[in-house]
């Protein structure tokens, strides 16, 4: 069992920054790909990055392309993802989700796990 919690949200103006963490409980998380979704009011939950076991392989949305980076610190069971040049349409609750595979998804229905969220609000 994993147990993730999701920390760094909160309120920023629009072109500014944030970093997202999130913090996974057990041994195996250094075999397990990582993702972060995100979900707006009335919207779908979207793939913003996802990550593999290793760090050596990533995916983002296209809309985050450039001004969003996922990284992972496998020492410190934690996933983190660094977030610039902020737009409105950031606005969502983020999740930080884990796979038992050493390959990252696009698809939130191939993760295992998931964090509670954090909300990022992005004013313009």
């Known amino acids: 069992q994993v147990q993730l919690v999701e920390s760094g949200g909160g309120l920023v103006q629009a072109g500014g920054s944030l970093r997202l963490s999130c913090a996974a409980s057990g041994r195996t998380f250094s075999s397990y790909a990582m993702g972060w979704f995100r979900q707006a009011p009335g919207k779908e939950r979207e793939l913003v990055a996802a990550?593999?076991?290793?760090?050596?392989?990533?995916d983002y949305a296209d809309s985050v392309k450039g001004r969003f980076t996922i990284s992972r610190g496998n020492a410190r069971n934690t996933v983190y993802l660094q977030m610039n040049s902020l737009k409105p349409e950031d606005t969502a609750v983020y999740y930080c989700?884990?796979?038992?595979?050493?390959?990252?998804?696009?698809?939130?229905?191939?993760?295992?796990?998931w964090g509670q969220g954090t909300q990022v609000t992005v004013s313009s």
């Open positions: 990550i593999n076991w290793s760090g050596s392989n990533t």
């Open positions: 989700a884990a796979r038992r595979t050493y390959s990252s998804g696009t698809k939130a229905d191939e993760y295992d796990y």
